[in-house]
């Protein structure tokens, strides 16, 4: 036999062996919002077979919204979505075993045009603030304990709010046609680089209440029965997200790839966007129960059941230990 032959006998037997390692590694479906920032690592985690070395094979489902992502969940369709650490406390003290992996913690803040004359809070007496999320927001119900704690001010009540989805409430913020604007924190940093100004940021807010701010609000939720049935599966996705994040932390190269994939329409909103992703990830390791108990309990006084369920203190088992 040639060496020519050897060579390709060689070559096809790796082949092989790769594609039967592949085939074998066990498919975790993920179904996320298909415009959704958590894409983005997603793609890390498949362009740079995260998910093979962590011993299984990424599929993503784009999804048109969180409900529809969550009926795709609950229904068994999906083996993983992302959603806030509250609806799983929720679901958890309703009875359902889902389990929370961090993946940000980013939160966005209360943002004023670039001319607006506001200085604090209690310059938006009278005037029209819009916030993305509806009135359950939690970014909304912090600023409106934080004006209650601190400035004595009813925010709910000395504002007039109007509630959107958030493409028109960055519209709202930029067309002026809002004095102020709440928004999700990608949406957030577009406006910030088209030159609104941040008044207000939630993190400060949340901290000055006692809160923790590092607290992550986002992650990955799975089902309780795969976390016992494959836990390899599970603490592998935890592995790959934070090998994902250790890339986008530092890696500038890794974000020019994913530019495309970011809708910046400038390089300001782009520098924006990485900042506002580096800063939202969470610190590796198990998470302060006792900060995220407090969270809760503040959540549940200003949006009650509507928004936390029967959950009123954090339910076991909510935080997957030891974190990703």
């Known amino acids: ?29 993920a179904a ?53 650490w509250l609806w799983v406390a929720r679901q958890r003290a309703a009875g359902k075993d889902y389990v929370f992996i961090p993946y940000s913690k980013a939160v966005g803040g209360l943002l004023v045009g670039k001319d607006s ?16 999320g509806g009135p359950l927001d939690k970014s909304w119900l912090i600023l409106q304990a934080y004006a209650e ?25 930029l067309s002026g046609e809002a004095d102020a604007v709440i928004n999700f924190w990608h949406f957030t940093a577009k406006m910030e680089a088209s030159g609104m100004r941040k008044l207000v940021d939630v ?29 390899e599966l599970v603490y592998g996705l935890a592995a790959a997200s934070r090998a994902a994040k250790d890339k986008l932390a530092t890696d500038d190269a890794e974000w ?24 939202g990830i969470p610190a590796a390791g198990p998470v302060d129960e006792a900060a995220a108990d407090k969270m809760l309990q503040l959540m549940a006084a200003r949006g009650g059941g509507d928004l936390v369920g029967e959950a009123t203190t954090l339910p076991e088992g909510v935080f997957l230990s030891p974190g990703s």
């Open 1 to 29: 036999m040639s060496i020519v032959h050897r060579g390709l006998m060689a070559a096809a037997a790796l082949a092989f062996t790769a594609t039967t390692a592949l085939a074998e590694a066990p498919v975790l479906r």
């Open 32 to 84: 996320v919002l298909k415009y959704g920032t958590v894409n983005w690592e997603l793609d890390v985690i498949r362009h740079n077979g995260m998910d093979r070395d962590a011993g299984f094979e990424l599929q993503v489902q784009g999804m048109a919204g969180g409900p529809a992502a969550k009926v795709a969940f609950q229904g068994g369709e999906a083996d993983v979505i992302v959603s806030d």
């Open 117 to 132: 004359d506001a200085g604090a809070l209690s310059d938006l007496a009278g005037k029209k603030v819009a916030i993305a």
């Open 149 to 173: 704690e601190k400035l004595g001010m009813d925010l709910g009540a000395q504002t007039e709010q109007v509630f959107g989805a958030p493409p028109l409430v960055f519209k709202l913020g």
């Open 203 to 231: 993190s400060v807010a949340a901290e000055a209440l006692g809160l923790d701010p590092e607290t992550p609000l986002l992650g990955y939720v799975v089902k309780g029965e795969l976390l016992k049935s494959n836990p």
């Open 256 to 279: 020019a790839r994913l530019r495309p994939k970011m809708k910046a329409k400038t390089d300001a909103q782009f520098d924006f966007l990485v900042a506002g992703f580096r800063a």
